[in-house]
Nanobody
């Protein structure tokens, strides 16, 4: 069955960096576009970034553009989210998503606080 397992979250100070990983299994990863979403307390889940199956096309929410970078390693069945210049408003649970079929991971908590 499809499994998406996020990792790499944690507590970081404002201005710091984190790299999230999402390990995929149970499907042909290399032909699937992937996305990252996030959900802050009391707010709806929101789109963060998109990457095409081959990794040649990426897109970002305006709120993270220039600070976050999505990438993937199809040999490792893993998608990444490199986050830099983190702000308190980036605090959320971050979720990995397979675009087709709407599969989700369990999420990883990112907290940006001094």
């Amino acid at each position: 069955q499809v499994q998406l397992v996020e990792s790499g979250g944690g507590l970081v100070q404002p201005g710091g960096s984190l790299r999230l990983s999402c390990a995929a299994s149970g499907f042909t990863f290399s032909v699937n576009a992937m996305r990252w979403y996030r959900q802050a307390p009391g707010k709806e889940r929101e789109y963060v970034a998109h990457i095409s199956s081959g990794g040649d096309t990426t897109a970002y929410a305006d709120s993270v553009k220039g600070r976050f970078t999505i990438s993937r390693d199809n040999a490792k069945n893993t998608v990444y989210l490199q986050m830099t210049s983190l702000k308190p408003e980036d605090t959320a649970v971050y979720y990995c998503n397979r675009v087709i079929g709407g599969y989700w991971g369990q999420g990883t908590q990112v907290t940006v606080s001094s």
